[in-house]
Each structure stands twice: as structure tokens, then as C-alpha cells.
């Protein structure tokens, strides 16, 4: 029988957890978030988020910012964050508007104050196999629920289909460290279906619905989809999870998979810079 990864249950699992331990602390973890323009998606991940560290117990600022800032103005206000010890972590909510440099506004980012991990010094860090302040969200997130469901990626085929900065690449470095035998394709690989059918787990992060299909998986495949793809029938992920859920033995669903675990990883996140700034383990 298909085994459907509730990546939901596993969130709120960890979020109660972070609750119970922040109710101990008398100083409570603080997150700033960057919004800036008028992206409605964005606002709507921003309020989760926001919905989320509150009933935690955190403060979480957002910081909006119009569409046409300057690169100049939103470093500084970066920097002002990055001297004010009350601010614990910080997050810039991407896409950013077209003018500016996302990777310089997220260099600018104090790495110990680095919620989301993609500052170079952390990803560097990850990608060296040492233990950076954070690591990237979504890839902790698929980590995470691979460890709850017991599936063991060493030694196993796994691909990666996507090779974005914030999720393929740091979660194929991640794999591989957890001694996978990793194949990172992306938009330009050759006879994907092929090569994906003879995986032991399938992980899409492409952003096209339901391209995944049953063509692409091997009987018996673990499958992770991280795809949020708004359609006219609402959300759906990158994998067509009817035309596969009985080929394969686990599946994420979306939504409820990858998406909550992200949300959760990020609190975590904030929580674990938080003691590394007051230098305390609790
Ligand atoms: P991106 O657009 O930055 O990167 C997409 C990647 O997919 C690229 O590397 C590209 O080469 C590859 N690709 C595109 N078409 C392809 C094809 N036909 N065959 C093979 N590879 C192809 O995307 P992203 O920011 O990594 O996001 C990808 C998807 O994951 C989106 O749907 C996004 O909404 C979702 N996402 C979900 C979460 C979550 O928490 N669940 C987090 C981040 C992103």
C-alpha cells in the first residue's frame, strides 16, 4: 500500500515542540521578514509565516518595502538589523522586484542572523559538509520527512529534477552527504524519464503541474514533490500523484507535503540561531 508522506502532521509536530521550548525562554526568538513590492503570493507565504511564529510564541516583524527601492536603502536597513541584538533572524521574501540584486541583498544579511541559509558563507558551509548557522528550508524540510518516514538515502539512486539555488542544488549536496549516489537534472537533461525510472526516490523541484508522471517512476520509487504550481484547479505539485500512487511506495502529497515542512524548518531555523546567539543549549 502507498504510504502518503503527511508532511502537514510532521510541521505541526515540530511547530508544538518549538512552542513548548519557547514558552521556557524568558527572551523570545525574534524574526524580521523583507517584503518588498507587491507580489500577492508573497504576502500570502508572509502571513503564514507570520500566523505560524506567533502562535509559536516568536515576534515576527515584516518589513515592507516599496517596488522601487533603492539597492542603497534596502541594504541599510538590512544593516541596521544586523547591529540590533533584539533581531535574532532575518528573511528576505523572494522573488524581489526586477532592479534589484537578490544575492547582494541576502550577502548583506549577517550569517548568524541568516533564517533562510542562502548567505554564501552558510551555503558554503553546507556545501563543504560543515555545520553552518543554517540551512537552506526546503531541503532540511524533504531531510526531515525522509528521516521520519525511515527512508535511508545512502546508498540508494536518488534525482534531483530542478537545480535552483534554493532548492535542488543545497538539497543534492545534502543528499550526498548523506551518501546517495545523486543525479541533478534540470531543464536541459537528456531522456529524463529514462534516467528518473531507474531512481529509488524521485525528488521534483521544476514548477510545471503534474510533468511527473508514471513514465518517470520506477515500481516500488519513493517520491518527493516540492512543486507549487497555481492552476485553475487549484494547487498542484510537479507530480501527476494519481497516474503514480500505486506505482510508488511513499509519496508527498501537495498540498500538505514539502510546503508546511518549509514553513517549519524556517521557525526551527530562527529557534537554532537564536541559542547559538545567546550561546546557551536548553
Ligand atoms: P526555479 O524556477 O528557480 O528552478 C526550476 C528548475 O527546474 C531549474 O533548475 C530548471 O532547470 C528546472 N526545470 C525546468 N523545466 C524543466 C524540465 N522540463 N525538465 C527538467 N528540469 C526542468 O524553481 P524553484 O524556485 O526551485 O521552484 C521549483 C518549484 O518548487 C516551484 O513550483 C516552486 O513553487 C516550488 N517550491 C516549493 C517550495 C516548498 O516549500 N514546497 C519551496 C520552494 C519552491
Request: proline share 5%.
Amino acid at each position: 500500500m502507498t504510504v502518503i508522506m503527511d508532511g502537514k502532521l510532521l510541521s505541526e509536530i515540530i511547530i508544538n515542540q518549538l512552542k513548548i521550548k519557547t514558552g521556557k525562554l524568558e527572551k523570545k526568538p525574534h524574526l524580521v521578514v523583507f517584503l518588498a513590492g507587491n507580489n500577492s503570493a508573497s504576502r500570502i507565504y508572509v502571513n503564514n509565516k507570520k500566523k505560524k511564529a506567533e502562535y509559536i510564541g516568536f515576534t515576527l516583524s515584516v518589513v515592507e518595502l516599496p517596488s522601487d527601492i533603492s539597492e542603497k536603502d534596502f541594504l541599510e536597513q538590512i544593516y541596521i538589523m544586523n547591529d540590533d541584538s533584539n533581531i535574532n533572524a532575518m528573511l528576505i521574501q523572494l522573488p524581489l522586484p526586477n532592479n534589484l540584486n537578490s544575492q547582494k541583498i541576502i550577502e548583506s544579511v549577517d550569517p548568524i542572523k541568516d533564517a533562510d541559509g542562502f548567505t554564501s558563507y552558510n551555503f558554503g558551509w553546507m556545501a563543504l559538509g560543515y555545520n553552518p548557522y543554517a540551512v537552506p528550508c526546503t531541503p532540511k524540510g524533504i531531510i526531515r520527512l525522509l528521516d521520519e518516514y525511515k527512508v535511508n538515502p545512502e546508498g540508494k539512486n536518488v534525482i534531483v529534477i530542478g537545480r535552483s539555488n534554493i532548492v535542488g542544488k543545497p538539497l543534492s549536496l545534502m543528499l550526498q552527504q548523506r551518501n546517495a549516489t545523486v543525479t541533478m537534472a534540470h531543464s536541459k537533461t537528456e531522456n529524463l524519464a529514462e534516467i528518473a525510472s531507474s531512481q529509488d526516490i524521485v525528488i521534483s523541484a521544476i514548477g510545471i503541474p503534474n510533468f511527473i508522471n508514471s513514465k518517470f517512476i520506477k515500481k516500488g520509487a519513493v517520491v518527493i514533490d516540492v512543486g507549487i504550481n497555481r492552476t485553475e484547479k487549484g494547487i498542484t505539485g510537479d507530480v501527476d500523484f494519481n497516474d503514480v500512487k500505486d506505482k510508488v511506495s511513499m509519496i508527498t502529497p501537495v498540498p500538505g507535503g514539502v510546503g508546511p515542512m518549509t514553513i517549519a524548518m524556517l521557525l526551527e531555523n530562527t529557534f537554532e540561531l537564536f541559542q547559538i546567539q545567546q550561546n546557551f543549549v536548553l
